[in-house]
C-alpha cells in the first residue's frame, strides 16, 4: 500500500522590510517586491515556525477570522507568486544564461585609445591597466567604425532599436569620425527599420561650440567625467604635466549645459581616496554647474593604491549617501525629480523587477570594440589580449564568448548563493573582480555589506513611495522607459 504525503509549505527566500505600520518583502526568486496585508503577514509569521500542509495553514487563517474559501485562495496565490514554496523546492529559481545567439543591442566604440589627461587612477592607462595597446591602431578608421556598425545591426535580429556610445581615452580627440559615424549608422539603421540612439563619455577638455552643436542636432547623450569643484578636480584628474583640469573645462561645461537642448547631462564622479566630500561634490555639480543627475563610484583598483577608498572612507562615503538619499525621497514624495542617480538607478531596477544573471550586459547584449577593431566584453577590456572576444571583421568567438559568461553567471559564484541582493547585483563588475581577484567570474566580496546596505535603504525609499506617492513611481517608470 502506497502511503501518500501531504505537500508542504515553507516560505521562499526573501528580504523583509517595513516602512512605517506597512510590511514588505523582496522576494529574491523573483526579484520582486510585494506589500503584505495583515492575512499573508500572518501565514508567513506561521510558516517561520515550520513548514505545514495546505490544510494546518487554512486552519492557521481561519482561526485569525478568515473564511476558509478566501484562506484557500490565499495560500494558492501566494504559492502562484512564488511567495511560499513547497518543501522539495531546495533552491530558488536559477536565472537562466542568455543563449549563444542573444542579440546584440549595443556597442561601445573606442575611436581612440589615447588621452590628453593623465588621470592618476586610470584603469585604462594607470597602475591597474590591462590594456596591451603597443603596436596597435592609436585610432579607429572610418573603414573599421562603418564595419562595426554593419555587425551592430546584423547582429541585432528582433530589436527595434540599438545604442552606439563612444568611449576613448578621450573620446572627443576623434571627433571627426564620430561625426562621420553618426552619419552612417543613422542612414544603415533606417534602412533596416530600426531606431538608433548615440551617447558619448568625456573629460569636456576639448568641446567647443561645434561640438555641442552637433551633439545637440544629433540628441546624443553625454556623461562627463568629473570628480567635483577646482581642489577636488584637479587632485587627481590632471594633465600630464599635473596641471589641473577644473579651470579648462568649467566654461566649457557651462556652454554644454545650456546649449545640448535634446538630452540631459549627466556627471560621473569616481571617488577616490581624498575625494570623498560627497555631498559637496553634488552641490557643486548639480546646482552649481546644472548638472541633471550626478552618480557617484568607488575607483576600481588593488588594495595597495594609493588612491584606493579603504573601509573608512567607504563608510563616510555610505552615510553621504543616505543624506542624499533622503533629500531624493522628500523630493519624490514632493513629486519633483532629484538628481542623484545612484538611487535612480536602483529604484528603476526595483521597479522593472530585474533578476540578473550576470552584473550587467557585457559580453551579452554589448560589446566593446576596439580602434583595431577587436572585440572585448566591454570598454574596460579594450586593448586587453586575454580577453579578446573575436574581431569585428570575423565576428564573435563563442567559445572565448562562453567561457566568460560561464564564469560570471551569478550561479557560479558561491559567495553570492545565499545572499539576498544577488537579483541586482549578481556579484559586481567583471572588470573590477579581475583587478582585484585576477577572475572577471569573482564576486566582488569588498562592497557586499555596502551593496546590502545600500540596497535596502533604497527599498525602503522605494516602500515609502508605494504608499504614500503611488503615482510618483508610476511616473517615474514611465519616464526611464522613455529615456
Given at each position: ?35 503584505l496585508d495583515d492575512a499573508s503577514r500572518c501565514l508567513l509569521d506561521r510558516l517561520a515556525k515550520g513548514a505545514a500542509g495546505h490544510a494546518a495553514l487554512t486552519d492557521h487563517l ?29 533552491h530558488a529559481p536559477r536565472p537562466s544564461s542568455p543563449p549563444k545567439d542573444f542579440p546584440l543591442q549595443a556597442l561601445v566604440l573606442n575611436i581612440t585609445n589615447q588621452c590628453n ?367
Open positions: 500500500m502506497t502511503v501518500m504525503t501531504a505537500i508542504g509549505y515553507r516560505p521562499a527566500e526573501y528580504h523583509p522590510f517595513a516602512v512605517g505600520d506597512a510590511d514588505f518583502i523582496y522576494l529574491v526568486s523573483a526579484g520582486a517586491i510585494f506589500q481561519v482561526s485569525y477570522g478568515m473564511p476558509e474559501e478566501d484562506a484557500d485562495e490565499l495560500i494558492r496565490e501566494l504559492r502562484f507568486a512564488g511567495v511560499i514554496v513547497t518543501d522539495d523546492q531546495r589627461l593623465a588621470c592618476t587612477y586610470c584603469y585604462e592607462f594607470g597602475a591597474d591597466k590591462i590594456a596591451t595597446p603597443q603596436g596597435k591602431k592609436k585610432y579607429m578608421s572610418l573603414e573599421t567604425a562603418m564595419a562595426s556598425v554593419d555587425f551592430l545591426l546584423d547582429q541585432s535580429a528582433g530589436r527595434k532599436g540599438v545604442h552606439i556610445t563612444f568611449f576613448g581615452g578621450e573620446t572627443l580627440m576623434n571627433f571627426p569620425l564620430l561625426k562621420q559615424v553618426v552619419a552612417y549608422a543613422t542612414e544603415r539603421a533606417t534602412a533596416a527599420g530600426k531606431t538608433i540612439g548615440f551617447s558619448l563619455t568625456t573629460n569636456a577638455t576639448l568641446l567647443t561650440p561645434e561640438i555641442i552643436a552637433f551633439l545637440s542636432d544629433n540628441a546624443i547623450g553625454v556623461t562627463v567625467s568629473m570628480d567635483g569643484p577646482p581642489d577636488l578636480q584637479d587632485k587627481r584628474r590632471v594633465y600630464k604635466s599635473g596641471r589641473g583640469s577644473y579651470a579648462v573645462i568649467e566654461p566649457r561645461l557651462r556652454a554644454l549645459i545650456a546649449n545640448h537642448r535634446t538630452r540631459a547631462i549627466t556627471a560621473r564622479v569616481t571617488l577616490t581616496d581624498g575625494v570623498t566630500d560627497v555631498i559637496r561634490i553634488y552641490r557643486h555639480l548639480k546646482d552649481d554647474l546644472g548638472f541633471h543627475e550626478v552618480g557617484f563610484a568607488p575607483v576600481t583598483s588593488a588594495d595597495d593604491r594609493a588612491y584606493t577608498l579603504g573601509a573608512e572612507g567607504m563608510d563616510g562615503v555610505l552615510a553621504q549617501f543616505h543624506a542624499l538619499a533622503d533629500e531624493w525621497l522628500a523630493h519624490a514624495l514632493q513629486g519633483r525629480s532629484h538628481g542623484f542617480s545612484n538611487v535612480s538607478e536602483t529604484i528603476s531596477e526595483l521597479i522593472q523587477g530585474v533578476h540578473k544573471s550576470h552584473p550587467c550586459g557585457a559580453g551579452i547584449g554589448l560589446l566593446g570594440v576596439s580602434p583595431s577593431g577587436d572585440l572585448s566584453p566591454c570598454h574596460r577590456f579594450t586593448d586587453a589580449d586575454t580577453h579578446t572576444m573575436g574581431h569585428i571583421s570575423s565576428g564573435i568567438d563563442r567559445e572565448k564568448q562562453g567561457d566568460f559568461l560561464a564564469r560570471g553567471h551569478v550561479d557560479a559564484k558561491y559567495e553570492c548563493k545565499s545572499c539576498w541582493v544577488r537579483p541586482l547585483c549578481a556579484g559586481g563588475c567583471h572588470h573590477e573582480a579581475f583587478v582585484r581577484y585576477g577572475d572577471t567570474g569573482h564576486a566582488n566580496l569588498h562592497y557586499c555589506d555596502w551593496i546590502r546596505d545600500w540596497t535596502d535603504r533604497c527599498l525602503n525609499i522605494y516602500g515609502e513611495l508605494a504608499v504614500k506617492n503611488p503615482e510618483f513611481l508610476e511616473r517615474f517608470a514611465e519616464r526611464k522607459a522613455l529615456s
